[in-house]
């Protein structure tokens, strides 16, 4: 019998399952009150769930037991039209389970609504490109990109705005979905309770390279994330040695500076992500893992990589990239 | 009007060829058929390209689509499900059953049914033409704006299926005009409204909610080719648009057209269910008033759809509640079948098999509804593989079981002839072991992390082994589909029995020669129950009502 | 089993209203279809509010106020029109249905002029306002149009004498037709216009 069947796949699932996927990117392993507060709730609705389906795998099992013929037997079982009760006691229960269940959900809403702002909070801008993540810090006069680097046991405020098409913010381990909407200005709150790296997706369609979305959430303690901050205010110094300042000549000068920022030279490109620290992050162009070899790839034929990405047409020659590569592992 | 009189001019110059008559008849058996024949291909394509899906994700970093291809597979994956497959099929059945169900000669007005089917068979053609025309639609069934406008979506993709829409949009209403007409006209002596098979009030209650969710598809796809070749602004958030107006506008659509998905399948559940437990329909007045409340709650929920853009939390609690709300109706339609199999004497057919999973599947489905309409949990889970895994046991499990209950049952009244009963229970197991390996999965995944509409995912995500296990599963679910596939072409091969009756059924259709004559009936008869045939046979037993 | 096998007799219901009903639940997907145009108007009208208030203010309220009237005489006249037939009187029938089609002209005639003033003010689709208020009218005008094309389809049934006293029902529904684009009609110019 079929439900026999499901018992069977969900149990061994739920066994194997467990344990395959990353830790830093299921909603069951939370670091943060919002992301626990949804997994409660969620565990609460699922148990609730196999109930009313077990009530029913169960019913229909009995009933067609019971409802098996003797061989030869022909004849025709009692006619039943119905029952008010029973209609009237189906119709009840499950009315009251879904005010139950309305009731937890408004409660766990409050729980997780975002806090007044205090001082000691951070704000962060979220930018959604196609396809890549923009983050600035205002009050701290950052931008980076890929990496969105947060110090712990801090309420995080984001502003997020998209510059195209309809993108969504999400980091499963902290909390969930919020849209970035062009044309409209979303918010939403984050806070990590333990220092980690966690997988952020875009969780919105937004064309061909949607699935190439997603970004690291890096928390640190306090003194790591001043330190940090400090990395980042400092504006790029002039590239030493003759490699290194032959490769900022072709950055700078090039077709790069339409399109990417470097602090403290004449880029002031706003299309692509900023490069002013680009080799203090973990990933580039939306998901790919920052080293040498990756990056090279990607400045030889980014298409490759991420076909449709909107650097694909522009490629640095067998000649330059030595040199790119040399000025750019400056960038720290 | 008298429909015969509508109908015989074009028989009788169709007598001249076989291929003409089909091509010109306004028969609704024919058309029925038509219907049912031209949707199950497109099935059987929308399954094609869903097992191409499973194959470029069935590793990491997979090579057999690449982004662009994939995203145009997707979209008209869903596309072809929902539009050419499922609402066809849903009103190809209607077409053949609900005159010979009521009592009539035809449909109402037969030649718009021809129309309808035309209109919906071209627009198929016309959407799929686009492969070769430059490429398919590729940003998803509900083509979200602003990706949708020229700005983004240069070419004629989002032209093709804003066109392809309003095409078969229009088909859908006139086939739904011609079934509330025909419905309320044209029933038998005798059958009042709560005297009319279940399977009608579904198709009744679908029907209207079409006339009411149809035009707002149509402005939408209108607005979306004005946005794109007149430049009004509409939806262009470079301009004066607004992306979420195209949201709410489709969603107003979007959710009651799950509604006219499923409660074809639920009629069809409540005629096949009672026979094969020979009992009647238990409680029928509170199911056929479910119906309508499922019919009526459907367009006060379609925002659940934008739980994360950022509502008010006013706008957020309504929606949930609402959703919560259909919750309810549906589980009375649950139980009420339970508790027509309850004290049955069963006879375990194909038909019934199929019937019997879709409750079982349908309420997985259901359950992992309730789930999403939960805000917080939606806010994880939204677009991610929770909710595929939802609809496609709500879809797949409900609407598509139901349907293969009823071509079961009724195959033998459309073709005089048989399906294997052998190998209909043979494909019955194989799909259902196949769609749950498909589908169990993917609410893992989505718990997991795994956003949806990805033509690919990094591997240190450890999404890998679930999805190679969807792939297996989704080639097992196709095996069985190859089953019935075969079942039918022996079938049809066999030569037929003309049984009348072979289920010992209980409504009127039952009651004429398998297939029919043109006109139906030699005589219309008149009706004083819900189950006329079972009352002819059990005068002792017969209903009351 | 009943053994009079006369069609009508068959039913449950008398079978001549059957085009109507049809037609009505045409119609009321038509409210909606209108209703999501209107809801449009009033977004945009909320977020473009300045925009939205300079327009109006250049639409001049006398000539649509004059198109409204004409709009409802017509309706008017379709009424004449089915009761002249009604009483047999095709040459009624026939005067009555060409003053709606004249009329219906003239008010279409006033929607053109009205775009082209707004044209001239530079208010065309590619603006917040054009945008709803251009589409929304159109798509109403457009139902007009089809109206017209309905009454010259009828006019010519007539010299085929396809109606009589007993065979209204095809007036009838187109009637039900206009009627219907007039209120519509004049629930734009409350929403579009005054409010
Ligand atoms: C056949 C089609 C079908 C059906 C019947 C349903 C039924 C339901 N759906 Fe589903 N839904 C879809 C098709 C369908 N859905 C599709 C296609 C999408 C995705 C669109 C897209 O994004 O592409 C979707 C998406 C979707 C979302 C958006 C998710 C997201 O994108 O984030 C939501 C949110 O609320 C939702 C809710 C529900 C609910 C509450 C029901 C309810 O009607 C379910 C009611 C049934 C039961 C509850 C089980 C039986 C009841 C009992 C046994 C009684 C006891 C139960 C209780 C007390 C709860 N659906
Ligand atoms: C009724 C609706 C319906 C049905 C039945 C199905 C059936 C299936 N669907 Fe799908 N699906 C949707 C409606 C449906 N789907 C919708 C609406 C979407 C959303 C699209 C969007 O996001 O825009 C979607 C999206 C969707 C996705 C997500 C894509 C993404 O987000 O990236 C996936 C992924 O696995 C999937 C898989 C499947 C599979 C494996 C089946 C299988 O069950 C199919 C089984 C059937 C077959 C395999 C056919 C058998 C074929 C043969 C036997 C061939 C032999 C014959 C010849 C050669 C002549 N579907
Ligand atoms: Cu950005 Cu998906
Ligand atoms: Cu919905």
Redesign the pocket.
């Known amino acids: 019998m079929s439900w026999r069947k499901w018992l069977f796949l969900i149990s061994t699932a739920s066994l194997l399952a467990g344990c395959t996927a990353n830790p830093a990117t299921t909603i069951f392993h939370t670091n943060s009150m919002i992301a626990e507060q949804k997994l409660q709730l969620f565990n609460i609705l699922f148990w609730m769930g196999v109930g009313?389906f077990l009530l029913?795998a169960v019913l229909l099992a009995l009933a067609i037991i019971r409802g098996r013929r003797q061989p030869g037997d022909n004849s025709e079982p009692r006619q039943n039209h119905g029952n008010v009760r029973l209609e009237i006691i189906w119709t009840v229960i499950?009315i009251l389970?879904?005010v139950y269940?309305f009731f937890i959900t408004v409660r766990t809403m409050n729980a997780v609504a975002a806090p007044p702002r205090e001082d000691g909070d951070l704000t962060v801008r979220v930018i959604g490109h196609r396809w890549f993540w923009e983050f600035q810090y205002p009050d701290l006069g950052i931008t980076t990109a890929n990496d969105l680097v947060i110090p712990e046991d801090t309420n995080i405020h984001l502003e997020l705005v998209s510059v195209d098409v309809i993108h969504s913010f999400w980091v499963p381990n902290l909390s969930g979905k919020i849209d970035v909407v062009p044309g409209q200005q979303n918010s939403m709150w984050i806070r990590a309770d333990n220092p980690g790296t966690f997988m952020g997706h875009c969780g919105e369609y937004c064309g061909m390279q949607h699935a190439n979305m997603h970004f690291n959430v890096i928390a640190r303690s306090a003194d790591d994330f001043t330190a940090w901050v400090q990395g980042q205010q400092q504006p790029v110094a002039a590239a030493q040695g003759t490699l290194e300042e032959e490769g900022e000549q072709i950055v700078t000068a090039g077709v790069c500076a339409g399109c990417h920022t470097i602090q403290g030279t004449k880029m002031v490109g706003k299309t692509g992500p900023d490069l002013t620290h680009l080799y203090s992050r973990t990933i580039i162009a939306g998901g790919f893992p920052l080293d040498d070899a990756t990056l090279e790839q990607w400045l030889r034929n980014s298409d490759e990589l991420k076909p449709g990405n909107l650097m694909a047409g522009i490629r640095v020659s067998d000649q330059q990239i030595e040199a790119v590569m040399a000025y750019l592992k400056t960038l720290r | 009007m008298t429909t015969q009189t509508e109908t015989f001019p074009y028989m009788h110059r169709a007598e001249k060829s076989k291929f003409l008559s089909w091509v010109l008849t306004t028969d609704h058996k024919r058309i029925g058929i038509l219907y049912l024949s031209t949707a199950f291909i497109f099935f059987l394509v929308g399954g094609i390209e869903a097992l191409l899906i499973r194959l470029q994700l069935a590793q990491p970093g997979a090579q057999v689509l690449g982004p662009d291809a994939y995203n145009q597979v997707f979209t008209m994956h869903?596309m072809t499900m929902i539009f050419l497959a499922a609402m066809p099929i849903a009103i190809g059945f209607a077409n053949y059953l609900i005159p010979l169900m009521i009592g009539a000669r035809d449909m109402v007005f037969p030649r718009l049914n021809a129309l309808s089917y035309w209109l919906f068979f071209f627009g198929g053609l016309f959407m799929y033409s686009s492969f070769l025309l430059g490429g398919a639609p590729d940003k998803g069934?509900?083509a979200y704006a602003p990706m949708t406008e020229r700005a983004f979506s240069p070419g004629m993709r989002m032209d093709f299926w804003g066109l392809g829409v309003i095409v078969l949009a229009i088909s859908s209403t006139v086939g739904s005009i011609n079934i509330i007409v025909t419905i309320l006209q044209l029933r038998a002596r005798g059958m009042s409204i709560t005297k009319m098979p279940m399977f009608a009030w579904n198709m009744l209650v679908t029907s209207f909610i079409g006339i009411f969710a149809f035009p707002s598809l149509i402005v939408a796809a209108a607005l979306l080719i004005l946005d794109r070749q007149l430049g009004t602004q509409f939806f262009n958030t470079a301009g004066s648009g607004n992306a979420l107006l195209w949201q709410h506008i489709f969603w107003f659509f979007?959710h009651p057209e799950?509604?006219i998905?499923?409660l074809p399948a639920m009629g069809i559940m409540s005629e096949v269910v009672p026979v094969f437990s020979r009992k009647p329909l238990f409680g029928f007045t509170a199911v056929a008033f479910s119906t309508a409340a499922i019919g009526v709650l459907s367009f006060t929920?379609w925002a659940?759809?934008m739980?994360s853009t950022g509502m008010s939390t006013i706008s957020l609690l309504f929606f949930a509640a609402d959703?919560?709300l259909?919750?309810?109706p549906?589980?009375v339609k649950?139980?009420s079948w339970l508790a027509t199999i309850w004290g049955g004497k069963l006879r375990i057919t194909t038909s019934m098999l199929f019937a019997m999973g879709f409750i079982v599947m349908?309420?997985i489905?259901?359950?992992t509804?309730?789930h999403?309409?939960s805000v917080p949990v939606?806010w994880q889970?939204?677009?991610s593989y929770y909710?595929v895994g939802?609809?496609h046991y709500?879809?797949f499990g409900?609407?598509i079981l139901g349907f293969l209950a009823g071509a079961f049952y009724w195959f033998p009244k459309m073709t005089g002839r048989l399906l294997s009963e052998r190998l209909g229970k043979l494909s019955f197991w194989t799909i259902m072991i196949g769609m749950n390996m498909v589908f169990l999965p993917m609410h893992y995944l989505g718990l997991a992390g795994m956003p949806r509409r990805v033509y690919t995912y990094p591997a240190d995500t450890g999404w890998a082994f679930w999805n190679l296990f969807e792939t297996v599963g989704a080639f097992v679910t196709a095996t069985g589909f190859l089953l019935i596939l075969i079942n039918i072409i022996v079938t049809l091969r066999k030569p037929a029995t003309h049984e009348q009756d072979p289920w010992d059924g209980f409504t009127l259709e039952w009651t004429t020669s398998s297939p029919p004559p043109p006109e139906n009936f030699a005589q219309i008869p008149s009706v004083r129950s819900r189950r006329p045939l079972w009352d002819a046979k059990h005068p002792d037993m017969a209903d009351t009502h | 089993m009943n053994n009079e096998l006369e069609h009508g007799h068959e039913a449950y219901v008398p079978q001549r209203e059957n085009t109507k009903v049809g037609f009505w639940v045409f119609l009321s997907g038509e409210v909606i279809l209108f209703g999501v145009l209107i809801g449009s108007f009033l977004l945009f009208k909320s977020h473009h509010a300045d925009e939205f208030a300079e327009a109006t203010a250049g639409l001049s309220i006398p000539l649509i106020a004059l198109n409204t009237f004409i709009l409802i005489f017509s309706s008017f006249m379709v009424v004449r029109a089915l009761e002249a037939l009604r009483n047999g009187s095709l040459k009624g029938l026939r005067n009555n249905l060409i003053a709606v089609l004249v009329l219906g002209a003239l008010f279409l005639g006033g929607q053109a002029f009205e775009w082209m003033q707004l044209y001239n003010e530079g208010i065309w689709f590619d603006s917040a306002f054009g945008t709803p208020f251009l589409t929304t009218t159109g798509i109403h005008g457009s139902h007009v149009f089809i109206g017209l094309l309905w009454v010259i389809f009828i006019l010519l049934g007539i010299r085929k004498n396809a109606y009589s006293k007993t065979r209204f029902h095809g007036v009838e529904v187109f009637g039900l037709y206009w009627h219907f684009v007039d209120v519509v009609w004049i629930v734009l110019f409350t929403v579009f216009y005054l409010l």
Do not use: E
């Open positions: 009313v029913v499950p389970l879904v269940i | 869903g069934w509900f979007g799950v509604y998905l499923v929920v659940h759809h739980f959703s919560f259909i919750g309810v549906t589980g649950i139980f349908f309420v489905g259901g359950i509804g309730i999403v309409a939606d889970v939204t677009d909710v939802h609809f709500v879809l409900g609407t």
